[in-house]
Antibody, heavy 120, light 110 residues
Framework: QLQLQESGPGLVKPSETLSLTCTVS??????????WGWIRQPPGKGLEWIGT???????YYNPSLKSRVTISVDTSKNQFSLRLTSVTAADTALYYC????????????WGQGTLVTVSS | QSALTQPASVSGSPGQSITISCTGT?????????VSWYQQHPSEAPKLMIY???KRPSGVSNRFSGSKSGNTASLIISGLQAEDEADYYC??????????FGGGTKLTVL
């Protein structure tokens, strides 16, 4: 059974870097059939797609966040990570990792999400 | 890349049918048959309900259906039930492996 689990600090100071990890069990992030990526949801607001990577090494980011976002992969641990630099209060959100199908681009499995608060 | 437009809220009585619209542009909804819909109950992760515009994943009730006309996709829920009360989000492929979400619609079952 596929499971995704987000982890990382729940509190980050303004101007610093947010770092989260998604640990995947039940599937390989090196699969050629899927993308893996991040989505966020500010409290009481809607979903925002952050970015995605493919096992080949390709990464794709939301244009509005592209200058601050990096998604990296550790295939030995079956994990992928999110780095978001120069954070502000507007980056406070529930951060989800999810699997996305190559065919159809649907997000078919999600983690439970982890809340990150940006505050001094 | 702008968010897709959804109504903030819709409501219906048990047994009725409701439709949630999702309007994009010719660069996303109108250019691809790749709209998916997600249901989110409070404090839960989103759940895939419809993909590729009108396909249902295994286990999703056939009361949920989807369609598209031009730049607007729609989610239709028939035979409304109390458990359908949730937030619903559309999401479209927008080219170059990017995705764009709608702002979300709160469904209230009266």
């Amino acid at each position: 059974q596929l499971q995704l689990q987000e982890s990382g600090p729940g509190l980050v100071k303004p101007s610093e870097t947010l770092s989260l990890t998604c640990t995947v069990s039940g599937d390989s992030i090196s699969s050629s059939s899927y993308y893996w990526g991040w989505i966020r949801q500010p409290p009481g607001k809607g979903l925002e797609w952050i970015g995605t990577f493919y096992y080949s090494g390709s990464t794709y980011y939301n244009p509005s966040l592209k200058s601050r976002v990096t998604i990296s992969v550790d295939t030995s641990k079956n994990q992928f990570s999110l780095r978001l630099t120069s954070v502000t209060a507007a980056d406070t959100a529930l951060y989800y990792c999810a699997r996305r199908t190559i065919a159809g681009h649907r997000l078919d499995h999600w983690g439970q999400g982890t809340l990150v608060t940006v505050s001094s | 890349q702008s968010a897709l437009t959804q109504p903030a809220s819709v409501s219906g009585s048990p047994g009725q049918s409701i439709t949630i619209s999702c309007t994009g542009t010719s660069s996303d909804v109108g250019n691809y048959d790749l709209v998916s819909w997600y249901q989110q109950h409070p404090s839960e992760a989103p759940k895939l309900m419809i993909y590729e515009g009108s396909k249902r994943p295994s286990g999703v009730s056939n009361r949920f259906s989807g369609s598209k006309s031009g730049n607007t996709a729609s989610l239709i829920i028939s035979g409304l039930q109390a458990e359908d009360e949730a937030d619903y989000y559309c999401c479209s492929y927008a080219g170059s492996s990017t995705l764009v979400f709608g702002g979300g619609t709160k469904l209230t079952v009266l």
